[in-house]
């Protein structure tokens, strides 16, 4: 009996061992391609992040493609703080009201205008600083009251202040020469009155938003250069108009509620 049952017992481990090389599994070695693609594919991603994050987006053109999308859509357009906060979708949007194309308007006006002496423009990181140098041309000395030529300038540029949509802010600046009146004890007195009454007159005047526009005075103390001839006081003694860029772009002011 003993010989009969050891040949069964190796005929049913043959019949074992010739089913084992039909159930093969898959083990963690055959699948070393998925390490490969998953590295790939962060690869990508990486190299699509970085082109991202060093391209430059031109914000009028991303204003433009909004609203010609949303007017396909007959929608109101709006996007991150657009021109007018998007408050007005019926608003044309005009590419003049963009910085660069308010700089130039501004440079050919004082060139036509002759006025390179008295009005200067440039950008800076703050935003387009248009300045007017409050000499004898603009005010009397030690004194905030515009002349007929301070006023004719404001005239000029307040479309363009309105158009651009964006805060503003006016600096009055003076030189180191020391003055005590009745009216005005120092020059902190004198450059904020000269930059509240430009304020003034653009809100009462030409209709600039209030919300959007303040004053500064900063005496003598944030000069363009030295204070040591005539030349430099004069460039020192100035009203700065500045169309502030960046975060400072106005926004519409929120509607209060009712109770």
Request: zero cysteines.
């Given at each position: 009996?003993?010989?009969?049952?050891?040949?069964?017992?190796?005929?049913?481990?043959?019949?074992?061992?010739?089913?084992?090389?039909?159930?093969?599994?898959?083990?963690?070695?055959?699948?070393?391609?998925?390490?490969?693609?998953?590295?790939?594919?962060?690869?990508?991603?990486?190299?699509?992040?970085?082109?991202?994050?060093?391209?430059?987006?031109?914000?009028?053109?991303?204003?433009?493609?909004?609203?010609?999308?949303?007017?396909?859509?007959?929608?109101?357009?709006?996007?991150?703080?657009?021109?007018?906060?998007?408050?007005?979708?019926?608003?044309?949007?005009?590419?003049?009201?963009?910085?660069?194309?308010?700089?130039?308007?501004?440079?050919?006006?004082?060139?036509?205008?002759?006025?390179?002496?008295?009005?200067?423009?440039?950008?800076?990181?703050?935003?387009?600083?248009?300045?007017?140098?409050?000499?004898?041309?603009?005010?009397?000395?030690?004194?905030?009251?515009?002349?007929?030529?301070?006023l004719k300038i404001l005239d000029r540029i307040a479309p363009l202040l309105k158009r651009s949509g964006r805060n503003i802010r006016v600096e009055g600046n003076t030189d180191n020469v020391p003055i005590s009146t009745a009216l005005y004890p120092s020059n902190w007195e004198l450059s904020t009155a000269r930059a509240v009454g430009v304020v003034r007159y653009l809100v009462e005047h030409e209709g600039i938003d209030p919300t959007r526009i303040s004053a500064a005075g900063y005496g003598q103390f944030k000069p363009r250069t030295q204070n040591r001839t005539e030349a430099e006081r004069q460039q020192n003694r100035r009203v700065d108009i500045v169309l502030l860029s960046g975060s400072d772009v106005a926004a519409p002011p929120t509607a209060e509620k009712g109770p």
């Open positions: 009996m003993a010989q009969p049952i050891k040949s069964a017992a190796r005929a049913a481990e043959s019949s074992l061992r010739a089913k084992k090389p039909e159930e093969k599994l898959e083990t963690a070695g055959m699948m070393r391609w998925l390490l490969t693609y998953a590295d790939m594919i962060t690869l990508m991603l990486a190299l699509f992040i970085i082109l991202f994050a060093m391209s430059t987006i031109s914000r009028v053109k991303v204003q433009a493609f909004a609203k010609s999308v949303s007017g396909g859509f007959n929608n109101v357009w709006s996007i991150n703080q657009p021109p007018n906060g998007g408050a007005n979708g019926s608003e044309s949007f005009n590419a003049s009201s963009s910085i660069p194309a308010i700089e130039k308007e501004l440079e050919q006006y004082v060139k036509q205008s002759h006025l390179e002496q008295q009005v200067q423009v440039h950008d800076e990181t703050r935003g387009l600083v248009i300045t007017l140098l409050s000499d004898k041309s603009y005010y009397d000395s030690g004194s905030a009251e515009m002349r007929p030529e301070t």
